[in-house]
Antibody, heavy 119, light 104 residues
Framework: QLQLQESGPGLVKPSETLSLTCILS??????????WGWIRQPPGQALEWVGS???????YYNPSLKGRVRVLLDTSKNQFSLNLYSVTAADTAVYFC???????????WGQGTLVTVSA | DIQMTQSPSTLSAFVGDRVTITCRAS??????LAWYQQKPGKAPKLLIS???TLEGGVPSRFSGSGSGTEFTLTISSLQPDDFATYYC????????FGGGTKVE
């Protein structure tokens, strides 16, 4: 069964780095027909796209994150990761990983993981 | 950056009602527009891609239309399972979500 699962610390201190991993089971993350993305949702707020990575190596980030974000693909482990640097309380959110396809929409989602930024 | 504006932000309706949600883009996104349904504590679910293509398993009471800068999601006859928040999303190299419409 095709599934995405996020993992990582649920609590990060201000100014530190938020690091999450998303592992794909039941399929290959090397698929040429898909790309991989991170989307976040602050409590009670709307969805916000964080970034996407393609098998070609192309990576796109939300400009509002101003260079604080990095997404990596690890085909050997069938997973991709998110690093968000210099976090503040405004980065507190549920972080979802997702798979995008040819229709440029996110067709498969992880369950999401809550990350709280607090001292 | 392309901004996506959804209206209304909240919609009150009854079972059986026809419901329409609008999404406007600040510039043309062609038909690179998707609609999602999200229930509390759950991940979003893709309903419609490319503005009007219904995803597999999604009931036919859902439909999408539009191109360019104006799009609509219509639920022809609201069912109890449809009370949720709906988001539009555009793709134009970068990705942007609308602010959401809560159907209550």
């Amino acid at each position: 069964q095709l599934q995405l699962q996020e993992s990582g610390p649920g609590l990060v201190k201000p100014s530190e780095t938020l690091s999450l991993t998303c592992i794909l089971s039941g399929g290959s993350i090397s698929s040429r027909n898909h790309y991989w993305g991170w989307i976040r949702q602050p409590p009670g707020q709307a969805l916000e796209w964080v970034g996407s990575i393609y098998h070609t190596g192309s990576i796109y980030y939300n400009p509002s994150l101003k260079g604080r974000v990095r997404v990596l693909l690890d085909t050997s482990k069938n997973q991709f990761s998110l690093n968000l640097y210099s976090v503040t309380a405004a980065d507190t959110a549920v972080y979802f990983c997702a798979r995008g396809g040819a229709t440029n929409s996110f067709e498969l989602w992880g369950q999401g993981t809550l990350v709280t930024v607090s001292a | 950056d392309i901004q996506m504006t959804q209206s209304p932000s909240t919609l009150s309706a009854f079972v059986g009602d026809r419901v329409t949600i609008t999404c406007r883009a600040s510039q043309s996104v062609s038909t690179w527009l998707a609609w999602y349904q999200q229930k509390p504590g759950k991940a979003p679910k893709l309903l419609i891609s490319e503005a009007s293509t219904l995803e597999g398993g999604v009931p036919s009471r859902f439909s999408g239309s539009g191109s360019g800068t104006e799009f609509t999601l219509t639920i022809s006859s609201l069912q109890p399972d449809d009370f949720a928040t709906y988001y539009c999303q555009q793709y134009n190299r970068f990705c942007t979500f609308g602010g959401g419409t809560k159907v209550e």
